[in-house]
């Protein structure tokens, strides 16, 4: 009940780190436009000040939901099942992002919206996964929390594999597309952006798990009442 | 008892179940045929199928029937109350997962006996030409989707709207079987077969068996238990 009661109320923190956090993310578009353009890909370069801190949250997304999920079905504490359902939203929303503008650089760079390269599948494919863990737990019913949270470890599971058969795949059917290797120098803006979208997966995980915490206090609420 | 003496009881249970009433196996043959049917008309055009076709409508009515066989199986245990039978009964949980996956896969297998001869004959193609490679691939490729389908269509018995999750569920996770398997089976439909390009997609899919399996074994108990 202290633990529950821990995530019903916000920590004193969060306040003035949603403040900055807003005030990175207004200063983040000057912040980009000031940065010089990339010789080859010109304007279309500075997508990735967005998309590549989007996709790393994406990520991040997926290892803190497949922990909590783990560490819920070894302890069945409802925190863990708290955070694991918030990160799997935040998968979902970043994820959109990171799908988003992945392709809108791609056609300028590649000349093509979207190609089954290793990286492009395995994240369509963990966003999927993400997206049916999220039906799961709003049209299992009960129990829904133990099959999302078998189906949040089959997942990580999953992701080697995909990069192992989508690599070969690819590897024996080439594209002419050249898949370019990520630019050296990302420079100040990206580590900018990249803290900024950190700041926003904490502040929205954090609020994401006081909801759950508020909801669970209110039903057990309406039962004691019942009682 | 021992392990692998429940696992053959369940198996037997389950296979005397289904020659009593062939319900299962019947309705998801005829599903499968009527699979590759329709991608026969959409497909062959003048008398002639698109090359290499045959692999990809395999699989893709391999995986439409296995996960209709998936979802009866465990509908009929659900509707006669056995799954709770079976769950109370004084046995380890693992073996009574890997007693319904043999089940599972032992019906899949009849399946395929079927449909390999059928689609080799509607597409033209010399899928019989290595048999020991395309029963490799068999083999290994529907283990690796009832690995996954079994634990999901088990955890699915009790959720709401359990017949739309788990295709929802089950595609995503077992995108590298689908790819591996399709890919392998593509791979023997060439004039000169490239013994290193089969070998490493089965390699790929017994990994994958080993992983699922082993995984699904040790959370199916954590998975499966009433809270």
């Not at chain 1, 990520?182 to 929205?204: A, D, E, N, Q, Y």
């Not at chain 2, 029963?135 to 996954?148: E, K, Q």
Request: charged share 15%; aromatic share 12%; net charge positive.
């Amino acid at each position: 009940m202290t633990r529950d009661h821990d995530d019903i109320s916000l920590p004193g923190w969060f306040l003035p780190a949603a403040a900055i956090c807003g005030l990175m993310f207004a200063a983040s578009p000057v912040l980009i436009a000031y940065t010089p353009y990339e010789a080859e890909m010109g304007l279309v370069q500075k997508i990735f000040y967005y998309h590549l801190p989007a996709a790393w949250m994406f990520l991040l997304g997926g290892i803190v939901c497949g922990v909590a999920s783990a560490r819920y079905l070894r302890s069945r504490s409802a925190r863990h099942d708290r955070v694991a359902w918030a990160a799997a939203e935040l998968i979902v929303l970043f994820g959109a992002i990171t799908l988003v503008t992945g392709p809108l650089w791609a056609r300028k760079t590649w000349g093509v919206w979207w190609t089954w390269d290793v990286r492009l599948t395995s994240s369509l494919v963990s966003w999927l996964i993400a997206v049916a863990y999220l039906l799961v737990r709003r049209y299992g019913g009960p129990g829904s929390d133990r099959l999302g949270a078998g189906l949040a470890l089959f997942g990580m599971a999953n992701v080697p594999f995909i990069y192992i058969s989508v690599n070969f795949w690819r590897t024996i059917h080439p594209l002419t597309t050249v898949v370019p290797t990520l630019p050296t120098s990302f420079g100040i803006p990206l580590w900018f952006c990249t803290f900024t979208f950190l700041l926003l997966f904490v502040l929205l995980l954090r609020l994401r798990v006081r909801l759950e915490a508020q909801r669970a206090r209110l039903d057990t609420l309406y039962l004691s009442l019942d009682e | 008892m021992s392990f692998l003496r429940i696992l053959w009881l369940i198996l037997r249970k389950d296979l005397t179940v289904e020659i009593r009433s062939g319900e299962i196996a019947l309705t998801a043959l005829l599903f499968a045929v009527s699979c590759v049917l329709v991608f026969a008309f959409a497909f062959v055009r003048q008398g002639v199928p698109p090359d290499g076709a045959a692999a990809a409508v395999l699989w893709i009515a391999v995986l439409f029937a296995g996960t209709l066989a998936l979802g009866r199986t465990f509908d009929r245990e659900r509707q006669s109350e056995t799954l709770r039978a079976l769950l109370l009964a004084p046995a380890a949980r693992p073996a009574v997962y890997a007693g319904k996956l043999a089940g599972i896969v032992a019906l899949m297998l009849g399946i395929e006996l079927l449909l390999v001869p059928l689609t080799a004959f509607l597409f033209q193609d010399p899928l019989f030409a290595h048999p020991v490679w395309l029963a490799a691939i068999l083999l290994t490729g529907t283990l690796g989707f009832a690995s996954v389908g079994t634990l999901f269509a088990a955890m699915l018995v009790r959720a709401r709207s359990r017949d739309m999750l788990l295709p929802v569920l089950l595609y995503p996770i077992s995108v590298p079987v689908i790819i591996a398997s399709v890919q392998g089976t593509d791979a023997l439909l060439q004039p000169e077969i490239n013994v290193a390009v089969l070998r490493f997609w089965v390699t790929l899919l017994t990994c994958f068996d080993v992983v699922f399996v082993t995984l699904a074994l040790w959370t199916f108990e954590a998975l499966m238990t009433e809270s």
